[in-house]
């Protein structure tokens, strides 16, 4: 008997070590800011600090005496997703994007407070900052919320809507998230991912939601996302944000009072927020128009960044004060 208590410790014991050394090396270790700043920031980034004390990373592009349009990115996304309309409309429009609170080089609150109306404030106050008064708004993902969010609180600074795969809707309870946003519904998945993020599962998060993810991820692409993420304070910072959503009212019931004109661009080949939101978007909105196209996932402005900064430009002008 006492052999059989030696024998089944010792298995313990073992089994124990093993799980401690596996989490040891599971572990991804946070990334100072001064780090990831010389790595990503680049010449045409700009920092500004906000009376609320955030430290802004924004950039401020093209054309400077035309149109503004400012652009907002998705969830654990950087101002880095829209560099191909930048490209594409800098020749025309002033454009204006900028890393989220507890994104990209912009990280953490120290009110850690990152709801999508506290990310609209945060818009409006760079908006101020710029002297900007009013502004196309164009917004992918989780931007698209903070867009349409933004609409309804300041609704004499938009100028109009571009809402790219765009969050805000009500998600029908047979439709789970895909990908690492799994992990995101609940306390230990949100916990682990505060410390345990390996860059296979950024790269197969972003492949599962794109329409052609050999010929559009790169390893760039994922290094950059995982990097920024683990800016220290920011895994944190996505674990409040993903805790706080269960608490948000979906805006879908409030869409009817946007007089905004809109464009709705979906890829039909999204399968995080699929296209049958945005025909549902559509239909709640006073005054939208819906393009969803055969060749794109979440990503419509990366992935098609000619086909979908051209149906910007003609909203634009099509909508122009």
Do not use: C
């Not at 680049?42 to 802004?56: E, K, V, Y």
């Not at 296209?275 to 969803?292: C, F, W």
Request: net charge negative; charged share 20%.
């Amino acid at each position: 008997m006492r052999s059989f208590f030696l024998r089944a410790g010792f298995i313990i014991a073992v089994i124990a070590a093993s799980v401690a050394v596996l989490t040891f090396f599971a572990i991804t270790p946070d990334i100072d800011r001064a780090t990831l700043e010389a790595r990503y920031a680049g010449p045409r980034s700009q920092f500004s600090d906000l009376d609320s004390g955030a430290r802004i990373h924004y950039r401020d592009e093209g054309k400077s005496d035309g149109p503004a349009l400012v652009l907002i990115h998705g969830s654990n996304a950087s101002l880095n997703t829209w560099e191909p309309w930048v490209a594409l409309l800098g020749d025309t429009y002033r454009l204006i994007s900028m890393d989220l609170p507890g994104h990209g080089l912009t990280g953490s609150m120290a009110n850690s407070r990152y709801t999508i109306t506290e990310m609209s404030d945060f818009v409006v106050a760079l908006m101020d900052r710029l002297g900007v008064e009013h502004a196309y708004l164009a917004g992918n993902s989780m931007g698209g919320a903070v867009s349409l969010q933004l609409a309804l609180d300041y609704p004499s600074r938009v100028d109009g809507l571009i809402l790219i795969s765009a969050a805000g809707m009500r998600r029908d309870v047979d439709d789970p998230p895909v990908g690492a946003f799994r992990f995101t519904q609940t306390a230990i998945g949100r916990a682990a991912l505060e410390y345990v993020t390996p860059r296979f599962m950024i790269k197969r998060s972003i492949e599962k939601i794109v329409a052609d993810p050999a010929g559009f991820v790169t390893d760039a692409m994922v290094t950059r996302y995982w990097e920024l993420l683990r800016m220290t304070g920011s895994r944190e910072a996505s674990a409040i944000r993903f805790a706080g959503y269960a608490q948000q009212a979906p805006l879908e019931p409030r869409l009817g009072e946007i007089t905004a004109p809109s464009l709705i661009l979906w890829g039909i080949k999204d399968s995080l927020i699929k296209p049958k939101y945005g025909t549902r978007m559509h239909d709640a909105l006073q005054n939208s128009e819906l393009v969803i196209y055969d060749n794109a996932g979440h990503l419509a402005m990366e992935e098609i960044p000619e086909t979908t900064a051209q149906a910007a430009r003609q909203f634009i002008e099509a909508n122009r004060r």
